[in-house]
């Protein structure tokens, strides 16, 4: 399996705390998760992305690059991989127009998921997927049910959360069902979502943690925003920044684990949902 990372902040922040600082930063859990590692953030409304297959705990470009990257979103993955060779074209995270996607788990028998799912996927959209992996055509599977809920497969113009969510939720439904039809255990879909506007996690079938509340912050003197990720609780789940990982990191946030089976979802409107997915 693998490991994830990733934010949305009301500030432009930098990520190197996270991914190489902090105790159980992203580069220790890489250890373990030697097979590539990717970041993809956002400069202003445009995603980019960096990857390579070393491992990160040990590849000093992971380290210049965290120490560089400031954004107001991104996405970190390092990857132990189970299908698909290691090579960059299956390095997390994916990228189509505006939209990041990254992966920690799983579709088990995806020799017998594969071909309904990317018979499901439009031309277009099928034309895109390059690699080996399960995570690509999951990708274009949940951009496929996106685009039927009105949603632009691009990501560009999208800020409805709600309408993500619930195309994301019609996605996870019919690959749940496909699965139960095809007779393959149940799929192992942990994975983060965004367009740099609308933030997605989903927790299913193994652990994932949200953080939106701070013990402290080294940068509370010269951050702008409004100080409520310093109260101890959320208040009306108004948020100004969300943190989402594989693993708690550091010893500022508040880590909350995600229920199982829930979608995590913020937008440029600040205001938290975790519910069922």
């Known amino acids: 399996m693998c490991r994830l990372f990733g934010f949305k902040s009301a500030v432009v922040s930098n990520a190197h705390r996270s991914l190489v600082a902090a105790d159980n930063a992203l580069a220790e859990q890489a250890r373990a998760h030697t097979d590539g ?8 409304d445009e995603p980019f992305v960096i ?3 070393h491992g990160a705990a040990g590849d000093s470009s992971f380290r210049r690059a965290s120490e ?17 060779a290691v090579e960059p074209v299956n390095v997390h995270p994916f990228r189509h127009g505006r939209w990041l ?4 788990g799983t579709l088990h028998g995806f020799d017998v998921l594969r071909p309904p799912l990317v018979d499901g996927i439009p031309a277009d959209l099928r034309a895109r997927v390059l690699g080996s992996t399960d995570t690509e055509v999951l990708f274009f599977h949940v951009l496929t049910a996106l685009q039927t809920a009105g949603v632009a497969a691009c990501g560009t113009g999208v800020g409805d959360v709600d309408t993500v969510r619930d ?7 019919g690959l749940f069902e496909l699965a139960a039809r095809m007779g393959t255990p ?3 879909v942990n994975f983060i979502l965004t367009n740099g506007s609308v933030f997605l996690a989903n927790r299913a079938g193994r652990e994932l943690f949200l953080a939106t509340q701070k013990l402290m912050c080294r940068d509370e003197a010269t951050c702008p925003a409004e100080k409520v990720c310093l109260r101890a609780a959320r208040a009306d789940d ?3 920044h969300l943190l989402v990982a594989s693993e708690p990191i550091g010893d500022e946030d ?6 199982e089976g829930h979608l995590v979802s913020v937008g440029d409107g600040w205001r938290l949902r975790v519910a069922a997915a």
């Open 37 to 44: 590692w990717g970041i993809g953030y956002f400069q202003g």
């Open 101 to 104: 996607f990254a992966h920690n």
């Open 167 to 173: 195309g994301a939720r019609r996605a996870l439904e």
């Open 68 to 84: 560089r990257l400031s954004s107001h979103t991104l996405v970190a993955h390092v990857r132990r991989a189970t299908v698909g």
């Open 51 to 53: 990857k390579s297959t």
């Open 254 to 259: 508040r880590w909350e684990e995600v229920p």
């Open 186 to 188: 149940s799929p192992v």
């Open 238 to 240: 108004r948020v100004n």
